[in-house]
């Protein structure tokens, strides 16, 4: 090799090499955060010591949010040139509780002008002192009716205030007013107030968190903020903030899951309606729960439940008497039924042990569902559920399912999903069940894996896609399945698979002992996600008589002859 083509070749390689140890260097340096707003942020009265908790020890969190401060007072008091002094790397900045009218001249402004001013101010002066600004939406109070509804919002003005200068500003930002509201919907009037302080005579504080409260919301922001900079979900770790067990004192008994069901009798079709708007006089249901409650009880015929236009958050449960039922959406960006908790969350009376973190919990047998959204806005931490079934002859068309960590739990039974969007990360597609996906979009997102199943060993078949398409949005790695029980059963037939997947297909989880038991197999995969020569060496490629066994009769057929598309 010529003398300068050797010197070059040597260059290159000493220059990847730093680049190589600059890049793992650079994934663990460490990094300051200082917190700015009011009480709500702080480690006493907010979100702040949950927060801290969901990072590793190379990231250091400062918090120099004060109580009674609004975006006008914290400046005027001098905390904001502590933060400035503070050297930060990012500065967190959440304001509006204290800036509402009636909070005297000190301290309020207008959400309009004045607030919105402070805002962009703190963002120049950030980025003047070399800080990378993140602005967060106010953290709602838990205002509810009497009879109780969802009050109106308190800091919606200045939330959508924070909003408009993020856009302005082009900076981060985390929109913590919209997802503690779910979060609250998503409890309940009751169950909400497991997040708040109890005041010396007793009040609920319906402003402030407690430390339960405090580790729930903080560890929310954090994964929000993580999903937006690579430098927080290189360092988080959620697992650090110690969360109470949910399940402590709760009964361990499944009545609600298990036991003999009734063999339906006629009863009779009707369709109930639910409506957001309903009125007391117009026979509708303001809730879903409440249209489930009117269903007759092991009707062997058909009851209908136009859902209208809306957002109805969970918990809903199909009780295992509530037999063929049918939920009728007016499409999936209209009627979305959400949930905003993980498992992790705490569990309201209403709730078995078994069911929380779920949004919807399918129990009766003959469930459809159709032109609606399922989905758990919880984030990417903790198991959180879109929908879980748990019954025979479960029929999904036309739906979207959105998550992040087991977005849909097939628990058991047999069910047929049909031109569905299914998204999410780590197992968001799980489960016992003998299940059918025929034409739908599996979306993962931040890679992950798509299937967890735990097929029994005397169970066939268990999940099984046919004519799907499989795509990520990011193009992370993404394994096709993991076993979560030693028998595992998932095959692709005819799936048109992106680059995402990766070359080697399955994952064995940490254990050499599934490889000799898990049943993985594809069909005629296609797409740069198909390798065919590249898949681990314990999976399969059917043959052409091996795949024509996979036809939906044989899957679902059962003992009754059931045939899902026959309705």
Request: hydrophobic share 35%; with cysteine; proline share 5%.
């Amino acid at each position: 090799m010529p003398q300068a083509a050797f010197a070059l070749t040597l260059l290159m390689v000493m220059s990847a090499t730093a680049l190589a140890v600059t890049s793992a260097r650079a994934q663990n340096d460490p990094f300051h955060i200082v917190l700015a707003g009011d009480s709500t942020v702080t480690d006493h009265a907010g979100w702040g010591t949950g927060f801290s908790g969901s990072f590793r020890d190379h990231v250091t969190v400062t918090n120099l949010a004060k109580g009674g401060r609004s975006s006008k007072s914290f400046r005027d008091e001098g905390w904001w040139q502590q933060v400035l002094d503070a050297e930060p790397d990012y500065v967190v900045i959440q304001f509006g509780h204290n800036d509402i009218p009636g909070k005297g001249p000190e301290r309020e402004t207008d959400a309009a002008t004045t607030f919105r001013e402070n805002l962009a101010r703190y963002v120049d002066e950030a980025r003047d002192v070399g800080a990378t600004p993140i602005l967060v939406t106010s953290l709602e109070r838990r205002r509810w009716t009497d009879d109780g509804q969802w009050a109106r919002e308190t800091l919606a003005e200045y939330a959508e205030a924070t909003r408009a200068v993020a856009g302005e500003k082009d900076v981060t930002l985390i929109d913590l007013h919209a997802q503690s509201i779910d979060v609250y919907k998503s409890l309940g009037p009751e169950a909400v107030k497991d997040l708040s302080p109890i005041e010396d005579d007793g009040k609920v504080d319906e402003t402030h968190l407690n430390d339960w409260g405090g580790k729930l919301i903080g560890n929310m922001v954090a994964d929000m903020l993580r999903r937006e900079i690579d430098a927080f979900d290189e360092a988080w770790d959620w697992r650090g903030n110690a969360f109470p067990d949910v399940r402590e004192g709760k009964e361990r008994e499944r009545p609600l899951t298990h036991g003999p069901k009734e063999t339906p009798t006629p009863k009779g079709e009707s369709t109930l309606v639910v409506d957001p708007d309903a009125t007391e006089d117009s026979g509708a249901f303001r809730t879903v729960q409440a249209a489930l409650l009117a269903v007759p009880d092991n009707n062997a015929d058909r009851t209908f439940i136009d859902i209208k236009p809306g957002i109805y958050f969970g918990p809903i449960i199909v009780g295992r008497e509530k037999q063929n039922v049918t939920f009728r959406g007016h499409g999936t960006d209209e009627t979305i039924l959400t949930y905003a908790l993980n498992v992790k969350a705490p569990l309201s009376d209403s709730q078995g042990y078994f069911l929380n973190g779920c949004g919807v919990t399918v129990l009766g047998d003959g469930f459809h569902a159709e032109n609606l959204t399922f989905r758990n806005t919880s984030g990417d931490y903790g198991q959180a559920m879109a929908l879980r079934t748990q019954a025979e002859r479960v029929v999904v068309k036309d739906c979207h399912l959105l998550g992040w960590q087991d977005t849909l739990y097939t628990h058991s039974g047999r069910a047929y999903f049909e031109n569905c969007h299914i998204e999410g990360r780590v197992d968001f597609i799980y489960g016992g069940a003998a299940a059918v996906f025929k034409d739908c979009v599996i979306k993962s997102k931040r890679g992950g894996y798509v299937t967890a199943s735990r097929a029994p060993e005397e169970q066939p078949f268990g999940l099984v896609f046919m004519d799907c398409e499989l795509v990520s949005d990011d193009g992370v790695p993404t394994f096709l399945g993991r076993p979560w029980r030693p028998f595992a059963a998932v095959a692709y037939l005819n799936c048109a698979m992106g680059g995402h997947i990766r070359p080697e297909g399955w994952d064995n989880w940490r254990n050499p002992d599934n490889e000799k038991t898990a049943r993985y197999s594809e069909y005629r995969s296609t797409g740069p996600g198909a390798a065919p020569d590249a898949r681990v060496a314990w999976s399969r490629q059917l043959t052409d008589d091996e795949a024509a066994a996979y036809t939906v009769e044989n899957i679902l057929g059962g003992d009754d002859g059931w045939d899902p598309r026959a309705r």
